[in-house]
């Protein structure tokens, strides 16, 4: 049971990623797929959630309106549509998987309750 990120790398300000999270050993189809990013020195942050269910979605302050979250159950992957991307998003980013959370509760979850982790991703936003 894993899950793969993909497609970080290095963009200028203003530009946008997509980056992926592969599921393999769990079907998304139950559950909720959480972005969370850290950046040096700093804690970890949740960035955006996908519900398990239905579709719904909670995002961080810091990004609405720019960052997009989705899951294509049929490939059993999720993505973060990142646009207008500033030198502040710059992080490593995680997807997490959490087993039939839903997004309205996404500032309440601990860590703990998404399992499994993916491995990172690095983004880089140059000024």
């Known amino acids: 049971v894993q899950l793969q990120a993909s497609g970080g790398g290095l963009v200028q300000t203003g530009g946008s990623l997509r980056l992926a999270c592969t599921a393999s050993?769990?079907?998304?189809?139950?559950?909720?797929i959480a972005w969370f990013r850290q950046a040096p020195g700093k804690e970890r942050e949740g960035v955006a959630c996908?519900?398990?269910?239905?579709?719904?979605?909670a995002y961080a302050e810091s990004v609405k309106g720019r960052f997009t979250v989705s899951k294509d159950n049929a490939k059993n992957t999720a993505y973060l549509e990142m646009n207008d991307l500033k030198p502040e998003d710059t992080a490593v980013y995680y997807c997490?998987?959490?087993?039939?959370?839903?997004?309205?509760?996404?500032?309440?979850?601990?860590?703990?309750?998404?399992?499994?982790w993916g491995q990172g991703t690095q983004v880089t936003v140059s000024s």
């Open positions: 996908i519900s398990s269910s239905d579709g719904t979605t």
């Open positions: 997490a998987a959490g087993y039939l959370l839903h997004a309205t509760l996404f500032n309440f979850y601990r860590d703990s309750d998404f399992n499994p």
């Open positions: 050993g769990l079907t998304l189809d139950y559950y909720a």
